[in-house]
Structure formats: C-alpha cells, structure tokens
C-alpha cells in the first residue's frame, strides 16, 4: 500500500518535469530521443547492466523466498512439525540477506550510471550554450533556460538511463512472479491475470488526470517563480515606488493558484492508494475463494495458496509499474525534444576551417562597407555601409543616438556575428579568417552594462587571466582606481561583491571592470558607453583610470556624451539606417550575403587619412565621420605595463563635431 502511494508521487512528479516541456514542444519520437542521447551513455553501458543483473537477482531471491514460506506452512505449520523448520529458516534468512544486498547493489549502482549520465548531459547542454551567440540566451526567459538544463535533462535520464533499467528489471518481475504464481496453480494463475486489465484502466485514468494537475502546478510553479525573482531583483525600485503590498499580493494570488494546483494533485494520490488497494482486495478475495475450492477438491495446499498471494502482491504493482512505464517514456521524450531544440540550434558564427590564430597583434581596426541585420530581422539591417579604420594606439570616437548600431559594431568585432556585407578587419586580417579564441584574446570589450559575478574582488579582477599573480591583480586595481577602496573593504580583495555585484557601488563596480580590463591587456579596447548610470562626482573618479587603460591601446570608446571625450580624439558619427533607406534596402534584396571584394578597391592598403575620407563619401546616410585631425600611426604595443595617460581625457565638448 505504502509503496503503491509512493509510487503514485513519483508518477505525478515525473508527469510533471515532462508535461512543463509538452506545451512547448511537439512530441518526438522515441527513437529520435535514443539515437541522440544513446551515445551519451557510453562508458556507462557496464553500470546499467549491472544494476539490471542485480535487480534481477533481487527478484529472483524474492521469488524463491515467498517459495520457502510456502513450504514453511504446509510442512512446518500445518504438520507442527519443528524440527522441519530450521533447514528452511536460515535459507530463507540467507536469501533475504542476498536478495536485500543485490537490491542496494543495483540501486546504487543504477543511481552511479545515472548521475553520472545527469552530470554530462548537462554539461553537454550548457557548453552547447556557451558557443551561441549571448543573443541566443538574452532572447529566452532565464527560467526557462534553467528548466531545460534541470528538469529536462533530468526527464532524459528518466528515460534513457535509470529509466531504461526500470523497464528491463520490472519487466523481467512481471515475467517471474507470474510464471512462479503459474507454476504454483496455472487456473488460478489464468483468473486472477484477467483482473490484471483493471489495474493498467485505472491507472490510465489516473495518469490522464494527473498530467493535467501536474501541469497545472509546473505552470504556477513557474509563474510565482518568476513573481519571486522579479520582485527580489527589483527590490530597490519596489520599495522607492511603494509597491511593496502590490509584490506580496501578486505573490499571494500566485501562490493560492499553486496551492490549488497541489491540492488538486493531493486529492488524486491520496485517492489512488485506495482505489488500488480495492482493487487488489477483491482480487485477493476472489483468490482465496477459488483457492479455498481447489484445496477442498486436493489440489492446493494452503502453502501453495499463500506462495499464490504473496506472489499476486508483487506482480501486481510490477504490472502497474509497466503502464506507468509506458507513460513516463511518451511523456519524458517531450523533455528531450526541448533539449533537442537547444542542441540543434547553430551558432550564428564558427572558425573557418582554415582559421589561424591571430597572434599578439598590433591593435588596426577596419570596419569596410560593413552592412549587418539581426538573424530574423532581415528588413531592419543595423548597419550599413559603415567603414572607419581605428590605427594602432589611436582613441577613435564613436557617437551617434540610440539605437544606431554602435554595440552592434563591438559584437561584430568580437565576432558573435559575421557581417552580410563588407569585411571586419583586425590588423589587416579579417577577422572570419582568425579563431575566434585569438580574435577575442586581441580585444577587450568594457560593455555598456557592467557584468560582475558573484565572486570577491579579486575573482572579478582576475576572470579574464584566470593564471594572474596577486602582484598583477592589484597592479591593475591601482591603475583603475580600486585599491583605494578596497582597503577599506572588510576583507580587502577577498570581499564577496554579491549578486551581480550589488555590494559594491556603481562607480566601483565599473572600476572593478576596468581593473578586469586593465589586466586583460589586449591592443584593443572597446568602450561602450562606459559613464552610462553614473552621476558626474562618479564618472569623474573613473574617467582617469580610463585614461590610463586607453593609453598605447587602440581605443574605439562608444558614447554619446561628447564631454567625455579625450581631446585629440577623432570623432565619428552613427546614425540609424533611416527608413526609406531600409525600404530601398529590402526591395534590392540586401543585406545578402558578403560580394565580391577583391575588385572594389576598398583594400587594407590605404592609409588612415585616406580611409577617413572614402568614409565620408561612402557614408551616405550613415556613418559620418568627423576627423578633426588626422590619426597619428603608433608603434606597436608594449606588452603590460601600465603606462601615464599619453592624453588627458578632458571634457572638450566645444572642440568635437558631433555629426548631423
Ligand atoms: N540582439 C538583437 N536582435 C535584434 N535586434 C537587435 C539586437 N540588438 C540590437 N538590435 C537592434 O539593432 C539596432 C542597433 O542596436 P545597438 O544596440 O547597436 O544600438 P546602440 O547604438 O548601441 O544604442 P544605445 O546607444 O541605446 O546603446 C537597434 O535598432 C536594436 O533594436
Ligand atoms: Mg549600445
């Protein structure tokens, strides 16, 4: 009774993992999920079959005890006879013994293949992740994403790991307890198997039912989730908007529509244990009825009725254990086909397969006739016939209003996308032709939101040179300006800067960014919108730090505050692709993939004073640079050493030319 109860808990949970994924993905089938997953299971076949071997002994050793009682009864008990008892007795303890250790064997031994097989599908999944585009993620809900890699993953070993074993050893108990209850009576045997379509109807009733609270619970599971994280994350804007008693009655409403799911799920399991156990209770009765006729007519020993009953209650839940089987395998699958749709997704960039490593390199960066549309938005390209070129060492501005495109340009340049026009060049290579690994080592991007981890200072500091020395870490601290401030922290550089980096102030925290720059120390450096959401006093205190990080680097910084613009900088101007530009666009089928380059004359070779020019003229209606002085060349960088700010970075706002 207890087990069949438990067991209906693990059906409705398991429901539960894959009805979440059903409502988003059509069903797949079952071979398509083997053929994908089967080869993750390799190195592991050896722990499943031995969890197989042993769960069979189990059942076995099961079998021949309930024998033995069987036995005990007719030779001991009704004959009084003890002295017949013992033989029997310590079999019985000995088969117990052997029965319970190949139990915990196959267990455990199941559980080792199957976490082991969790561990790597997951990993699998996430490192599949990790070579998309950031779009790929920024795209999806985050919890949803996480259900994928928890639960989905989970329902797949469900499936394809413990699952699989499930299905041979409980099969192979079906195939015992009724032969042995055949062997024991094979008319009684014959009755009571015609009860056994009773059990698979109800149970069928029941899992229908409880895919439907189960799913209900996922869904405001999911729901009141999201209400909790919001409301955590925002907690700074609830309370200065006194929305506080608003949050707890969105989380209250949410969490009364998860109660009623609960309870609904409740009330099914608790009424399934009974159900079942009537169910069985007639059966058992009808058994002791004819049992009791045939030991009338000789042929059954009240031994032998017994053995028949004990092995009765053990196929029974076996039975009801392949119906439940043959659910969860339909079920699980629409988890995989969300993990499928997760493998399958390409990323938006690869290496070439003659990519070169791009070495330590001098810093030049051309962007040439480059014309770019976000994948799916094809009518809307962000960029088109944009070229400049950012010489070594040069500070090259670049400013425009929102929405111009000017992160794009540091996407393209860290290569999370090729462009469908024109070239991105980094020393006069370009860029699809070079790893993206030695493409990104050559470029440092300060981006417009600064992304902390929930490590301490130096964790921070150190994540893009994981191999720094201390001397190094607090090198680049000094340069950025977050000594100071951590002297003054409780634990110095071990201080933990919380979630996302909370427990540090908004300045600090782009310091500490900086600093993570600073030691990164790539020939070039890309700032976007670096004083974004700080207040003047702030942007002040980092403005010289930056100074120091541009200096001898080549600097493409990204702003729309021209005060903050170092004085001798060159200046370019961004603006959207306008509409009817767009629309000319679209009829002429563009963007469309990279031309023809070699005729066009848009070569490396022409020198920077040049290439301001050619962008003058070939910005139509978008970039429009501005050089206020022409670009002067510097030698190549020296490796790592911070060096004095080669030019203030003072606000001139009266000496740039914005643009149009
Ligand atoms: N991942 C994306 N998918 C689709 N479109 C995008 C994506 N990111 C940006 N865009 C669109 O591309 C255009 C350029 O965006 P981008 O972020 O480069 O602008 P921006 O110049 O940096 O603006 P801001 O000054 O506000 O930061 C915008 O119209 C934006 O809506
Ligand atoms: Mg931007």
Request: hydrophobic fraction near 45%; proline fraction near 6%.
């Amino acid at each position: 009774m207890l087990t069949v109860h438990r067991e209906s808990r693990r059906l409705s949970r398991r429901l539960s993992f894959s009805a979440s994924g059903r409502e988003l993905a059509p069903a797949v089938t079952l071979r398509r999920t083997f053929r994908e997953f089967w080869p993750d299971t390799r190195g592991l076949r050896p722990l499943f079959a031995a969890g197989v071997v042993f769960a069979v002994l189990a059942a076995l050793c099961e079998v021949a005890a309930i024998r033995l009682f069987g036995h005990i009864t007719d030779e001991v008990l009704t004959t009084r006879n003890l002295e017949a008892f013992w033989v029997p007795a310590f079999s019985w303890l000995g088969l117990a013994t052997v029965a319970g250790a190949a139990s915990f064997a196959g267990a455990y031994i199941t559980a080792l293949g199957a976490e082991r097989f969790l561990l790597r599908l997951r990993d699998r999944v996430f490192g599949h992740l990790q070579t998309l585009a950031p779009d790929y993620a920024e795209k999806r809900r985050l919890g949803d994403l996480m259900a994928r890699l928890t639960d989905d993953v989970e329902a797949i070993e469900e499936l394809v790991g413990s699952g699989l074993v499930k299905a041979i050893t409980t099969a192979a108990s079906v195939v015992f307890f009724a032969g042995a209850a055949f062997l024991v009576r094979w008319d009684l045997a014959l009755v009571t198997l015609a009860l056994i379509p009773a059990f698979l109807v109800v149970s069928k009733l029941f899992a229908a039912r409880f895919r439907v609270a189960a799913a209900r619970e996922r869904h405001s599971n999911g729901a009141m989730n999201s209400v909790l994280e919001e409301g955590l994350a925002n907690q700074p804007l609830v309370q200065a908007y006194n929305r506080q008693r608003d949050e707890a009655r969105r989380l209250h409403r949410e969490g009364r529509t998860w109660l009623r799911a609960n309870l609904s799920q409740a009330w099914l399991s608790g009424l399934y244990g009974p159900v079942v156990q009537v169910i069985e209770t007639v059966c058992l009765i009808i058994v002791l009825g004819v049992g009791a006729w045939e030991i009338a007519a000789g042929r059954l020993t009240i031994g032998g009725l017994l053995a028949f009953a004990a092995y009765l209650a053990l196929l029974y839940p076996a039975v009801q254990g392949l119906g439940e089987l043959a659910l969860t395998v339909s079920e699980a699958a629409a988890g995989s086909d969300r993990i499928i749709e997760v493998l399958r997704a390409r990323p938006a960039v690869t290496d070439a397969p003659a990519a070169v490593a791009a070495g330590q390199g001098r810093g030049r960066v051309e962007f040439d006739r480059v014309g770019f549309a976000y994948p799916g938005r094809a009518s809307r390209p962000a960029l088109h016939e944009v070229s400049f070129v950012a010489e070594p060492g040069e500070v090259l501005v670049i400013t425009g209003p929102s929405g111009a495109g000017k992160s794009t340009l540091a996407k393209l340049l860290l290569r999370f996308y090729d462009p469908d026009e024109g070239r991105v060049l980094l020393d006069g290579a370009d860029v699809r032709g070079l790893t993206r690994e030695s493409l990104r080592e050559n470029v440092t991007v300060l981006h417009q939101e600064t992304m902390l981890f929930s490590g301490s200072v130096r964790d921070n500091i150190a994540y893009g040179r994981p191999a720094a020395s201390m001397e190094e870490i607090i090198r680049a601290a000094e340069t950025a300006g977050v000594h100071d401030f951590v002297q003054d922290l409780p634990r110095g550089y071990d201080t933990p800067v919380g979630q996302r980096g909370r427990l540090l102030s908004g300045g600090q925290r782009q310091r500490v960014a900086i600093a993570r720059a600073v030691l990164r120390d790539a020939p070039v450096l890309v700032l976007d919108e670096p004083m974004t959401g700080l207040d003047e006093e702030t942007a002040a205190q980092v403005m010289a730090p930056l100074g120091r990080l541009m200096t001898g680097r080549t600097t493409i910084l990204i702003t729309h505050d021209l005060r903050q613009v170092p004085s001798g900088a060159r200046v370019i101007g961004l603006r959207p692709v306008p509409r009817h530009e767009r629309i000319r666009l679209k009829r002429a089928g563009v963007p469309r993939l990279a031309r023809d380059r070699t005729g066009a004359g848009h070569g490396a070779s022409r020198t920077g004073r040049q290439e301001a020019a050619h962008a003058v003229r070939s910005s139509g209606p978008v970039p429009v640079p501005l050089p206020r002085e022409p670009p002067e060349p510097r030698g190549p960088r020296e490796p790592r050493e911070p060096r004095e700010p080669r030019e203030p970075l003072v606000p001139e706002p009266g000496g740039v030319d914005a643009g149009p």
